[in-house]
């Protein structure tokens, strides 16, 4: 069983379109997160929720709505998309030490490689 | 802000020759994390340094984490082609609820 599973892996779409990836978590973990990898490799945070709540909110454009239906689901809406938009956008999930603020390790999912046109 | 910054970007080894990838923060940290991502995969965890001076060994891989917790470092012995992959540290800041900070990550090509 894949334990953070991200749909679809890969779209292609034009400029404008708007478009969802979709993560779940099998791992009973209370905070997801998504981030950007651009052509150069770079991870970038850009939402954090930890039980449903939003807790990470970088500087993304509001084209970018993050929405957790549940604490094991967090999926992505991009609206009006852009051709500065393709990327390989990676859902991550942790859990939250006793006694801390913080969270452990990050679980990543496979990717979902967005093109666009 | 805090930063992490990773140096080198690139590495190409020849099988068989050490590598290492240098992480040094602009602010003290709680704990350093490293990750693999090989090529078209995703960051898989490798370990996580949480003590001043800490080092930490995995088979060929020998991790350390710098007094001051501002610095750490990743070693791997006599590299195989299947080290081949970005290396990322990823530092988290101290008290209360700190992001992990990645770095721009080291990739590593190895040459048989």
């Known amino acids: 069983d894949t334990a953070v599973s991200q749909t679809p892996k890969y779209l292609v779409t034009q400029m404008g379109n708007d478009k969802s990836i979709k993560c779940e978590q099998n791992?009973?973990?209370?905070?997801m997160y998504w981030y950007k990898q651009d052509s150069k490799k770079f991870l970038k945070i850009m939402f954090s929720?930890?039980?449903?709540?939003?807790?990470i909110n970088e500087t993304v454009p509001n084209r970018f709505s993050p929405k957790s239906p549940d604490k094991a689901h967090l999926n992505l809406h991009i609206n009006s998309l852009e051709l500065g938009d393709s990327a390989v956008y990676f859902c991550?999930?942790?859990?939250?030490?006793?006694?801390?603020?913080?969270?452990?390790?990050?679980?990543f999912g496979e990717g979902s490689r967005l093109t666009v046109l | 802000g805090q930063q992490v910054m990773q140096i080198p970007q690139y590495q190409h080894v020849q099988e068989g020759e050490d590598f290492t990838t240098y992480c040094n923060s602009s602010?003290?940290?709680?704990?350093i994390q490293w990750y693999k991502q090989r090529p078209g995969g995703h960051p898989v965890f490798l370990i996580q340094?949480?003590?001043?001076?800490e080092v930490k060994k995995q088979k060929r891989l020998t991790f350390q984490f710098g007094e001051a917790k501002k610095n750490s470092s990743l070693h791997i012995t006599a590299t195989q082609t299947t080290d081949v992959g970005t290396y990322f540290c990823?530092?988290?800041?101290?008290?209360?609820?700190?992001?992990?900070?990645f770095g721009a990550g080291t990739r590593l090509a190895v040459h048989p």
């Open positions: 990823a530092g988290r800041g101290s008290g209360g609820y700190n992001k992990l900070i």
């Open positions: 602010t003290t940290l709680s704990n």
């Open positions: 929720y930890n039980n449903k709540e939003l807790i």
């Open positions: 991550a999930s942790s859990r939250r030490l006793p006694g801390t603020a913080n969270t452990g390790e990050l679980f």
């Open positions: 340094l949480v003590k001043s001076g």
């Open positions: 791992l009973g973990h209370d905070t």
